[in-house]
């Protein structure tokens, strides 16, 4: 999660791309040229030790656009295969 978010950070889309779950990467990512990404906050985890093969991690992410401030607040799901964890999905909390 974390590496992702620095992704996003460093507007890294292959990045971000390359830890999608195959089954459900976008066919292409474009983000924001003008989004300043401002924090992490990481509220919950459940499973994804090195013996889990799935995981969640409930996080709020700080961000600003056009000097107007928000907040992304996500449960995301990761699965990992061979190893190797990608973000599959994740519901949206409501303010």
């Known amino acids: 999660m974390r590496s992702r978010y620095s992704a996003y950070v460093l507007g890294r889309e292959d ?3 390359a830890t999608w779950h195959p089954d459900f990467r976008p066919r292409q990512l474009t983000l ?3 989004q300043k990404w401002l924090g992490l906050k990481i509220r919950a985890t459940t499973r994804g030790l ?3 093969t799935a995981g969640t991690v409930e996080f709020v992410a700080r961000y600003k656009v056009e ?5 992304l607040h996500e449960t995301s799901r990761f699965v990992r295969e061979a ?3 990608y973000y599959t999905d994740g519901d949206l909390h409501a303010k």
């Open 15 to 17: 990045y971000l791309l």
């Open 32 to 34: 924001e040229s003008d």
């Open 50 to 52: 090195a013996t889990d």
């Open 67 to 71: 000097g107007r401030g928000f907040r």
């Open 83 to 85: 190893g190797r964890w």
